[in-house]
């Protein structure tokens, strides 16, 4: 299995950042914030050329509380990989991967537009879906489903 | 270095505009007619879709990913059942295979047809745009009559399809295999000699190979740039390592090459959709476990479990263990993916949706510096958009 | 005086017949158009849809006049006058029949018959860019200047070998007055002579009108709708009607300098100018059901590079073929 390889090698590679590694699956493996920059150019260079996703998920109950998700795929291998980075609330920053994949510039900003995660180095980091003075950060888990303004006022920005 | 100072002027293109395909905005800087700079604006059909599912039981949000790309309902649909069957660890009966799958290339080539008639139309080539809806009319006709819907179908189901076919669906299939191939000629008599449509198509908005696999490109946008990856055949989801076909790749990676992929496709769709119709197996169209499709009407009279099971899929609705999945299709646009992540109740924790047309309006301003404004009008067209789902 | 009351006459007359061949040209195009595209087209108003353009020209005339904010008012109101004038005007030199006696008086079927009837022509084609660019101007709009533009340089380029490609009628019949032209083609039309030359006339007459697939001042897929893009109601219509009348006027001449004008058998010489004109037009509105639009660029390459050289070229070659008497002149 590749797959399984692959995250032996990132651990070797990197034995501080990568926390946890899971190659039964869907592989994935959990990899500290301060190592993230390093641990996507490792796997870039072992062939994880494509950046199929990027994402975030909030789980409030944890800490740290948010978690990027990037997903990596090797064309024409057709490997997958998943990254978690953990990142808390307080600090909620992480180093942007735009250098190493083209791909991933409007996706961190979703991110920071969806979740308020800032991402350090982004080329570009500003609001992509909602309008630019909008408050808040809808996906989070505390914003209510029918948003925190009455309708009218809301959609007033 | 040149000396000389050159005065820009910036021109807003939408989001009211006739060829930015529903709201895309996108900044020009121009000199004369030619691009300085582009950046496109999106979020103008943004619906919260995401935060939405959150709220909806996981059989309730079939009905909002419809809605997303809103061209090409059935491979949302798709997608987003089998990233949630694979939390389930559900088998699907066959027969719902072969229905997903010959419904997802009518689907597929609907979808290419809609962009076929607007691209055409965006070159200023009238006749396209009629004749590939008149073409596309016959699948939704199709898609009527399986679903009862012609643009949000939302007939698939967590564990199969919410219905076997219908009765006159043989026939009617079969008149549209008969007609398509014609069809499919019409359209590329229309342009493929047309010496005014190459020159606009031919060299423009070039993307290579590696180029492409770095913005994330997918579907016909990746493979025009000569890159030979199609999900269907890499990572076959819906037993489509059952059927034989080609995956068109292109050689320039101009927006001719990716014209080129999708006309392709659509023959080979069309083969696809031939052979589930040749090989459709018989039995059940969806599982037969009451904990997650309703059972049968008659049975609620005569059995208590079933009206329990009947009462608890309605008001509760099924779980899905904690878990979470990547799962990605081959999406008309590229690759669809669905990252489903499940606290165990039954709601999706989080949903998030890979939308190919995202990334791949991400690489626009690249195709279209340095040239006209009526080449960035060729791009747009080129990398297929759906705005319903750049935004969702 | 009489010659004067004529004169308004005839000029009032044309103007209503220009007017009712502008409605029938839109509806005849939107027609056709219908039928190329695998559908009805206008049916609902009148019997087959005949009144269509009554309800359209009712439509536009009732509507909105929406004026954008800091526009140059003099300017903006000026241009779709200067668009649907020159149309006009353009009629005023185009004989439809040959002349006749009626009353004991000489009758000739246009306004004016003058000697170098074609020059006058060219003038007013020329006059006409005014209209758009200045219309594209002074809208404050960037898709209208960016119309404004490319109309200029559109013109300017298609009006050269347009006029090259016409010198050869010229050539032939040794005059410069359409009715003489037209009767110098009595033993053969000259499109048997200069084919080339009217298939340049006609591209460039195409590239004249705006029409599809040169239709590149108001390319609608790229500048939303060009020069005319903050224009409403009748003074759209005024520009509107300027390009249909155009059409008319454009495929006239063409029937006049090399299809032999009105000439025919059996059927009156109104008949045959007005069945040759139709064809032209259906032409026109064939063509633009069907190609799609050149790119910027590439139309001035073709105007300069490929239309204008084969122009000279074919003039010449007139020239010599009339010099050696190969062809009689």
């Known amino acids: 299995m590749p797959e399984a390889q692959l995250l032996a090698e990132l651990a070797a590679a990197l034995p501080e950042g990568v926390r946890e590694a899971h190659p039964e699956g869907e592989a994935w493996a959990l990899v500290d914030r301060s190592c993230l920059l390093e641990a996507c150019r490792h796997l870039k260079a072992a062939g994880m050329n494509f950046l199929a996703d990027l994402t975030a998920v909030d789980y409030p109950e944890r800490t740290p509380r948010f978690e990027v998700v990037y997903h990596l795929l090797a064309i024409p291998q057709g490997w997958r990989l998943r990254l978690k980075v953990p990142v808390e609330e307080a600090s909620a920053e992480v180093d942007s991967v735009a250098t190493v994949w083209k791909a991933a510039p409007w996706a961190e900003r979703e991110v920071f537009d969806l979740f308020g995660i800032r991402f350090a180095g982004h080329p570009d980091l500003k609001r992509i879906l909602l309008p630019d003075e909008w408050e808040d950060h809808p996906l989070r888990k505390d914003f209510p489903l029918t948003g925190k303004k009455p309708a009218e006022e809301a959609s007033r920005g | 270095m040149s000396t000389t100072t050159v005065e820009t002027m910036v021109l807003n293109m939408g989001p009211q505009h006739p060829s930015t395909h529903g709201v895309l905005r996108v900044i020009l ?90 691209h055409a139309l965006d070159m200023g080539a009238v006749a396209p745009f009629w004749y590939g809806f008149q073409g596309r009319e016959q699948i939704l006709d199709l898609l009527e009559l399986i679903s009862g819907a012609r643009f949000h179908t939302s007939f698939l189901r967590v564990g199969g399809v919410a219905r076997d076919l219908p009765e006159g669906f043989p026939e009617q299939l079969q008149a549209f295999l008969h007609d398509f191939p014609a069809w499919l000629d019409t359209y590329l008599g229309l342009l493929d000699q047309n010496p005014i449509w190459l020159e606009r198509l031919r060299h423009i908005g070039v993307v290579s190979a590696q180029d492409a696999i770095d913005w994330g490109l997918g579907g016909p946008t990746l493979r025009g740039s000569g890159v030979n990856w199609d999900l269907r055949k890499a990572a076959p989801y819906c037993s489509y390592d059952h059927f034989d076909f080609r995956v068109p790749v292109g050689k320039t990676g101009d927006v001719y090459d990716r014209y080129r992929v999708r006309m392709e496709e659509m023959a080979q769709s069309l083969k696809i959709v031939r052979q589930a ?38 008001s509760e609705a099924f779980s899905v263990p904690a878990g979470e999945t990547y799962t990605a299709i081959e999406g008309p646009r590229g690759e669809l993916g669905f990252y489903l992540v499940s606290d165990g109740g039954n709601r999706p924790y989080r949903m998030r949706v890979r939308p190919p047309c995202f990334y791949n309006l991400q690489a626009l301003p690249a195709m279209v510096r340095g040239r006209l404004v009526a080449d960035v009008v060729a791009c747009i067209g080129s990398i297929d958009i759906i705005l319903g789902e750049v935004d969702r | 005086m009489s010659l004067l009351l004529g004169l308004i006459i005839k000029s009032l007359i044309l103007i209503v017949l220009l007017m009712s061949g502008f409605a029938g040209v839109m509806l005849f195009e939107r027609k056709l158009l219908g039928w190329f595209h695998l559908r009805l087209g206008p049916n609902r108003v009148g019997p087959w849809g005949l009144l269509q353009p009554l309800a359209d020209g009712l439509k ?46 000489r009758v000739t079927l246009s306004i004016a018959s003058p000697s170098a009837g074609i020059v006058y ?66 033993s053969m039309w000259y499109v048997v002579y200069e084919p080339l030359g009217f298939l340049i006339y006609f591209i460039c007459a195409v590239a004249d009108t705006n029409r599809p697939p040169f239709d590149l001042p108001e390319a609608d897929a790229e500048l939303v709708a060009g ?11 005024m520009f509107f009607m300027a390009e249909y009348i155009n059409i008319i006027t454009v495929s006239a001449v063409a029937t006049l300098l090399f299809l032999g004008g009105w000439q025919g058998p059996v059927a009156p010489s109104v008949v045959w100018f007005l069945l040759k004109v139709a064809a032209l037009v259906f032409v026109f509105v064939w063509l633009r059901a069907t190609l799609p639009r050149l790119r910027y660029d590439r139309l001035m390459a073709f105007g300069w590079k490929v239309l204008l050289p084969v122009a000279l070229v074919q003039l010449v070659a007139v020239a010599a073929f009339v010099a050696w008497g190969v062809v009689p002149a």
């Open chain 3, 60 to 105: 536009l005339a009732l509507k909105e006049d929406v004026l954008p904010d800091r526009v140059d008012s003099l300017v903006y109101h000026l241009a779709p006058v200067i668009s649907l004038f020159t149309a006009l005007a353009a009629f005023a030199v185009i004989p439809v029949g040959p002349s006749f006696t009626a009353f004991g008086a």
């Open chain 3, 227 to 237: 020069y005319h893009t903050e224009y409403s109601g009748m003074r759209f219509a």
């Open chain 2, 29 to 118: 800087e121009l000199d004369g007619e030619t691009v300085v700079d582009a950046e496109p604006v999106i979020g103008y059909l943004h619906t919260g879709i995401e935060k939405t599912a959150e709220y909806r039981t996981w059989h309730q949000a079939i009905v909002l990913v419809d809605r997303m790309d809103y061209v090409a309902s059935v491979t949302n649909n798709l997608g987003y059942v089998l990233a949630v069957e694979k939390l389930l660890g559900l088998p699907v009966p066959p027969r719902a295979q072969y229905i997903r799958v010959m419904m997802a290339e009518l689907q597929r080539i609907a979808s290419h047809l809609v962009w076929l008639g607007t």
């Open chain 3, 121 to 186: 022509l060219l003038a007013i084609f020329s006059l006409a860019v005014y209209g758009l660019t200045l219309a594209g101007w002074s809208s404050q709009s960037k898709y209208a200047l960016l119309g404004g533009v490319r109309s200029t340089a559109q013109l300017i380029s298609y009006e050269l070998a347009m006029g090259v490609a016409i010198v050869g009628s010229l050539i032939l019949a040794g005059s410069g007055n359409l009715a003489h032209i037209v009767d110098a083609q009595r």
């Open chain 2, 277 to 314: 119709f040749d090989g459709l197996p018989e039995g059940p169209v969806k599982v037969e476990d009451p904990h997650y499709s309703l059972p049968p009407r008659p049975l609620l009279g005569q059995s208590m479990e079933s009206l329990i099971h009947h009462f608890k899929l309605a």
